[in-house]
């Protein structure tokens, strides 16, 4: 590969205009923007089957659904040892050859993946005995392939991502959302085959996705296998590896328990409040994409402290305004994209809002651990959120029923955002505003509680629906201005 040209362009030396909240951060604001074109669309069309599937699956079927979907993510976050972040880590390192570093990674995948289906064929019976009611061979098949296609589909995005192409990534996104979706119809509502349809519809979208990419980039995919750099992923991502565990179960212990201590209707209750709570999960979902390949190509940079707190305050304002949306408009999208069966769902929208809005503070406060190199930090303060959250779960699930779940994640992702902001300021202080962060704390769960007792849900139409104009044109205005910035700057 001698006399190729670079692979990046090395960082400017040339000083930035000083940042503002509302003029910088552009740069950001765009590259979220677009992939929150692609991730609405994933998000959005799934959100469209909602009222489908509450439909077509009972309650009970709608929950066990959803617990497939959470085992299947446990066994990828095993599979793919992390390897998101490590990708995007090294993609700009000068001493890395790109070509090798992602050929690397879809090998040592598709050896991870052909095991894990072998293991499944193997132990699909005994493992269906397990759990009678839930695990049945022909579902627990369908989710362990689902599993290598996705972790396949994962890696290939990634590439796309950390070659800062929202664009085309944002087009990759919504093309597998497409395919995920007709499948879903195909599978489900023509041939009827329930939850097993469900992951034969992912399966195809995640494969052809991945052909997709595997075409534009062919380069980066080929017959090679470093062991150095083997070693430097697992090295990287194998601390991560338990925070994946540990978030995952922080996020959904709460279903867990409501399945053994409540019912498995509660649990669809509390899928169908998460989907609807998508709107907040989009946008910490768009800035998760965008703001990694982002943080890290500037760390180099003058100025890039100064650029890091704009983002905080730029998502702190934007989130908090999402909550209050979802908290407004909460009745009226549970009455469209679920039913009447599922209005005991309302009173969960907003909570679920609020931890999804706190959740997504971590991966912003967290490049102090990556640029530091000090990942083991995140896994602590993931060991201790799940801790906090199980016990909480158990504790208030055990005595308020349904209500309880969305306090414990609530209560989970305020640990993990406090954790990691501790462990960030120490190894690699950055200037964060932190009234501005207890601010938006009190206020997020001020509108979680509001939602609760249904005060939020009583108020007039005349009320609800101007304050949610005001909210989504305050918002636009944001994003706007912040984008504008670049422009002008």
């Known amino acids: 590969m001698k006399g190729r040209p670079p692979l990046h362009t090395p960082p400017s030396d040339k000083p930035d205009d000083p940042p503002s909240v509302d003029r910088q951060g552009g740069n950001l604001i765009a590259e979220s923007a677009i992939y929150a074109v692609g991730i609405v669309l994933s998000r959005g069309l799934g959100l469209l089957l909602t009222p489908i599937l509450t439909r077509a699956l009972p309650a009970d079927e709608f929950g066990r659904m959803d617990l497939y979907q959470i085992g299947a993510i446990l066994v990828s976050l095993a599979l793919s040892l992390q390897m ?41 019976a005994w493992i269906g005995r397990l759990y009678p009611p839930v695990l049945t061979p022909p579902n627990l098949l369908a989710a362990a392939v689902s599993v290598p296609a996705g972790t396949l589909y994962t890696l290939g995005l990634t590439l796309v991502r950390a070659r800062r192409e929202p664009l085309p990534a944002s087009l990759i996104i919504g093309l597998n959302t497409g395919l995920n979706v007709a499948g879903v119809v195909g599978f489900v509502l023509y041939l009827r085959l329930g939850i097993t349809g469900v992951f034969l519809a992912k399966i195809a979208a995640d494969a052809i996705s991945f052909l997709v990419i595997w075409r534009r980039h062919r380069d980066h995919f080929l017959p090679v296998v470093s062991t150095a750099l083997c070693g430097r992923l697992i090295r990287f991502g194998l601390p991560l590896v338990p925070d994946g565990f540990l978030t ?8 867990v328990f409501l399945a053994t201590l409540v019912s498995m209707e509660d649990v669809g209750l509390l899928a169908v409040a998460g989907r609807i709570a998508t709107a907040v999960q989009i946008a910490v979902l768009a800035f998760r994409q965008a703001w990694l390949p982002y943080a890290l190509s500037i760390a180099e940079r003058p100025g890039a402290a100064e650029r890091y707190s704009v983002a905080a ?42 931890a999804a809005a706190i959740g997504g503070l971590p991966y912003l406060y967290n490049i102090g651990l990556l640029l530091a190199e000090k990942t083991i930090y995140y896994t602590y303060s993931a060991v201790w959120s799940a801790v906090t959250v199980i016990l909480a779960a158990w504790f ?26 501790h462990y960030a300021q120490r190894v690699h202080p950055l200037p964060y505003g932190m009234k501005s962060l207890i601010g938006f704390m009190i206020g997020v769960c001020g509108i979680a509680a509001l939602g609760m007792s249904g005060v939020a849900a009583s108020l007039p139409l005349g009320i609800r629906i101007p304050a949610a104009v005001a909210t989504i044109v305050y918002s636009a205005g944001l994003a706007i201005t912040a984008y504008k910035g670049t422009k002008s700057s």
């Not at 972040?85 to 890395?96: F, G």
């Not at 994209?337 to 769902?345: M, R, S």
């Not at 969305?406 to 955002?417: D, K, M, Q, R």
């Open 396 to 421: 208030l699930i055990s005595r308020w029923g349904l209500p309880g779940a969305p306090v414990a994640n609530i209560l989970g992702s305020l640990s993990l955002t406090l954790a990691v902001l």
């Open 84 to 124: 998101e972040s490590a990708l995007l880590r090294y993609y700009t390192s000068r001493d890395v050859d790109a070509r090798v570093l992602f050929s690397t990674a879809v090998l040592l995948q598709l050896g991870f993946g052909i095991g894990l289906t072998v293991m499944v064929v193997c132990s699909n």
């Open 313 to 354: 305050s730029l998502y702190l304002r934007l989130s908090f305004a999402l909550v209050l949306l979802l908290a407004l408009l909460a009745p009226e999208l549970i009455r469209v994209l679920a039913g009447g069966k599922y209005a005991a769902a309302v009173s969960l929208v907003a909570p679920l809002g609020a």
């Open 248 to 255: 995952l179960l922080k996020l959904h212990a709460s279903k």
